[in-house]
């Protein structure tokens, strides 16, 4: 019953906590493992969880082996990041945090995670996503950026 609860808990910090949760869409084997699961670059999407209609496509190197149903793997700190305004954005920039995280994915059992940050460019209207591999100790200088510039959208 207190695994239950934490659980719960879990997914509602999760759920309201406002980092955001993505979607597996598809994954590309890149190596062949005879007798394990093979290295793979999967897709993935998310909505920026404060920003309607920005939706971001990140790929991540997987690795393969028998860690990987287990979890135990610590995937490369290999990624690209890719987000547009897919309509009307109606957001006041001025209301969002600077440097916000949007979201976050474990990439090892221990410490180390891929996350992407928001950051506002207010003089060109533009929104910026950084994706960088972080880890406790010897951190990964692996970035991406993906800008997207706020365009009317439909009739004027």
Same mark, same amino acid.
């Given at each position: 019953?207190?695994?239950?609860?934490?659980?719960?808990?879990?997914?509602?910090? *999760?759920?309201?906590? &406002?980092?955001?949760?993505?979607?597996?869409?598809?994954?590309?084997?890149?190596?062949? #493992?005879?007798?394990? /699961?093979?290295?793979?670059? *999967?897709?993935?999407?998310?909505?920026?969880?404060?920003?309607?209609?920005?939706? *971001?496509?990140?790929?991540?190197?997987?690795?393969? &082996?028998? &860690?990987?149903?287990? &979890?135990?793997?610590? !995937?490369?700190?290999?990624?690209?990041?890719? *987000?547009?305004?897919?309509?009307?954005?109606?957001? !006041?920039?001025?209301?969002?945090?600077?440097?916000?995280?949007?979201?976050?994915?474990?990439?090892?059992?221990?410490?180390?995670?891929?996350?992407?940050?928001?950051?506002? !460019?207010?003089?060109?209207?533009?929104?910026?996503?950084?994706?960088?591999?972080?880890?406790?100790?010897?951190?990964? /200088?692996? #970035?991406?950026?993906?800008?997207?510039?706020?365009? /009317?959208?439909?009739?004027?």
């Amino acid at each position: 019953m207190r695994l239950l609860l934490i659980a719960a808990a879990a997914v509602l910090f *999760c759920s309201f906590g &406002g980092i955001a949760r993505a979607a597996d869409i598809d994954c590309i084997s890149t190596t062949f #493992n005879l007798l394990s /699961p093979n290295d793979k670059v *999967c897709v993935s999407a998310f909505e920026d969880p404060q920003v309607p209609n920005v939706v *971001c496509h990140i790929s991540q190197a997987r690795k393969g &082996g028998w &860690g990987q149903p287990f &979890g135990l793997n610590e !995937d490369p700190s290999n990624f690209s990041v890719s *987000c547009r305004q897919i309509g009307p954005i109606d957001i !006041d920039l001025a209301k969002l945090k600077e440097g916000q995280e949007v979201f976050t994915q474990k990439t090892s059992i221990f410490f180390k995670k891929t996350r992407i940050y928001r950051m506002i !460019d207010k003089p060109h209207n533009t929104l910026i996503y950084l994706a960088v591999s972080s880890k406790i100790v010897n951190g990964s /200088p692996a #970035n991406a950026i993906s800008t997207v510039p706020i365009m /009317p959208w439909g009739k004027s």
